[in-house]
C-alpha cells in the first residue's frame, strides 16, 4: 500500500460501515475488500500505530459474529471452530499445567502428617 487514504476517523466510519451489514459473513478477507486494500494492505494497517487498536476491535467483533452463529446454527459449526482455533487461537481442552515441585522447609516436616 503505497500511500495510506485512512484518517482515525475515516477508517472507523469505514469498519462500521461493514459491519452494519448484519446479512453477509464477516472476515477479514471481506473488510480488507470492503476498505479498497488487499490483504498486504490491511496488514500494514494493522501495523500502523494510529490504527492498530481500531483494527483489533474489528478482529473481536469478527471473532464474535463467528462464535455468536455457529452457536446460533446460521453459520457451520465445524467451519466456525476451525475459524476460531486457527485465526483466534481457541483450543479444545485447557492448556496442562507444567509439573510443579514442592519442597518443605526442614523445620515445617516435624508438622506435616
Known amino acids: 500500500m503505497a500511500k ?3 484518517t482515525r476517523k475515516k477508517l472507523i466510519e ?3 460501515s461493514y459491519f452494519s451489514d448484519e446479512e453477509s459473513v464477516k ?3 471481506g473488510l480488507a475488500l470492503h476498505l479498497g486494500v488487499d490483504s498486504d494492505g490491511l496488514s500494514e ?3 500502523d500505530k494510529r490504527f492498530g487498536d481500531v483494527l483489533a476491535r474489528a478482529g ?3 471473532e464474535k459474529d463467528i462464535v455468536e452463529n455457529g452457536l446460533r ?3 457451520n459449526a465445524t467451519m466456525s471452530s476451525f475459524l476460531l482455533k486457527t ?3 481457541y483450543s479444545e481442552k485447557p492448556e496442562q499445567a507444567a509439573d510443579v515441585k514442592v519442597e518443605m522447609a526442614d523445620e515445617l516436616k516435624k ?3
Do not use: C, K, M, Q
Open 60 to 62: 473481536t467483533h469478527i
Open 45 to 47: 494497517l494493522f501495523a
Open 73 to 75: 446454527g446460521r453459520y
Open 14 to 16: 469505514e469498519i462500521d
Open 87 to 89: 485465526v483466534f487461537g
Open 4 to 6: 495510506n487514504p485512512f
Open 111 to 113: 508438622y506435616a502428617v
Open 27 to 29: 472476515s477479514f478477507a
